[in-house]
């Protein structure tokens, strides 16, 4: 079992950025793929960014690509999402998750989910 609590969600102007962090406790932490997700209301959930449990090997949907940088630290269980630039349409809730996979972007894969923490962009 993996525990995942996402934190430093806020409210930010358009053209800001945001640092989102998840922690991470329970199973070895280094053995998991992870990815973060989003969505707003009425929306599917998306796949933002992924990143390989062991190599560093990540993936960008094509809208963040250049703004977004996903990044992990083993040592502190910690898997970050660095947002630059945000845009109005970004707002969601973002959501991290771990797959026992070792890099998916496929949502089925996940298997271990955070709470939640809300991005609101504002014009």
């Known amino acids: 079992q993996v525990q995942l609590v996402e934190s430093g969600g806020g409210l930010v102007q358009a053209g800001g950025s945001l640092r989102l962090s998840c922690a991470a406790s329970g199973r070895t932490f280094s053995s998991y793929g992870m990815g973060w997700f989003r969505q707003a209301p009425g929306t599917e959930r998306e796949l933002v960014a992924a990143i390989n449990w062991s190599d560093p090997s990540t993936y960008y949907l094509d809208s963040v690509k250049g703004r977004f940088t996903i990044s992990r630290d083993n040592a502190k269980n910690t898997v970050y999402l660095q947002m630059n630039s945000l845009k109005p349409e970004e707002t969601a809730v973002y959501y991290c998750?771990?797959?026992?996979?070792?890099?998916?972007?496929?949502?089925?894969?996940?298997?271990?989910w955070g709470q939640g923490t809300q991005v609101t962009v504002s014009s």
């Open positions: 998750a771990a797959t026992p996979r070792g890099y998916s972007t496929s949502l089925p894969a996940y298997v271990y």
